[in-house]
């Protein structure tokens, strides 16, 4: 099983500020199969970034994915008060088995 | 648009079996391509997958799990439903459907969730 690995765990931020938030996977990973989710408390998750770069429908430009292989980064440019919330990666793999990082809480500095 | 709706028991007691329905629209399971699969969260805790069905009726399950699980859908009622047997309480958590993306696996959207709590 690929195991993701999310850091930091908490990332206290102000907004306006810069947001880069990593995922690392223990065996390579296709980057079709990298997916980015946003939860915020209450909530289910909604989708981000699918295929390691592609922004889902709705989602603002301050978004993006990036990586490949083994490290994959999710990036918010500016952010905005409602993007302060929980986010996960998650993988595809053939087998087929999903599965999640631990999650990076996103806080307001 | 496409929406999925959870429901199932808020409680069941240790040992039973919990059944758990996704009813969904804006989509049909009989297109080809199309999947809906289960996850869950314990409180406070991360995602975990549980299984997916596609619309040619391949079932696929987590390995932790598959012995618990069966996953089976209603193609004329838009609906997917999950069975988990032997439930103890470490099952308690928030189970979701989502539809999920043919060729990025991708999981858009989710339903809102429904929480089961497993407590004698």
């Known amino acids: 099983e690929i195991v993701l690995t999310q850091s930091p765990g908490t990332l206290s931020l102000s907004p306006g500020e810069r947001a880069t938030l990593s995922c690392r996977a223990s065996?390579?990973?296709?980057?079709?199969?990298l997916a980015w989710y946003q939860q915020k408390p209450g909530q289910a998750p909604r989708l981000l970034i699918y295929?390691?770069?592609s922004r889902a429908t709705g989602i603002p430009d301050r978004f993006s994915g990036s990586g490949s292989g083994t490290d994959f980064t999710l990036t918010i440019s500016r952010l905005e008060p409602e993007d302060f919330a929980v986010y996960y990666c998650q993988q595809y793999s053939s087998s087929p088995e999903y599965t999640f990082g631990q999650g990076t809480k996103l806080e307001i500095k | 648009q496409v929406t999925l709706k959870e429901s199932g028991p808020a409680l069941v007691k240790p040992t039973q079996t919990l059944t758990l329905t996704c009813t969904f629209s804006g989509f049909s399971l009989s297109t080809s391509g199309m999947r809906v699969t289960w996850i869950r969260q314990p409180p406070g805790k991360a995602l975990e997958w549980l299984a997916r069905i596609d619309w040619d009726d391949d079932k696929f399950y987590s390995t932790s799990l598959k012995t618990r699980l069966t996953i089976s859908k209603d193609t004329s009622k838009n609906q997917v439903v999950l069975t988990m047997t032997n439930v103890d309480p470490v099952d308690t958590a928030t189970y979701y459907c989502?539809?999920?993306?043919?060729?990025?696996?991708?999981?858009?959207?989710w339903g809102q969730g429904t929480l089961v709590t497993v407590s004698s």
């Open positions: 989502a539809r999920t993306q043919y060729g990025y696996n991708s999981l858009d959207p």
């Open positions: 065996q390579s990973v296709s980057s079709s199969y």
């Open positions: 295929g390691a770069s």
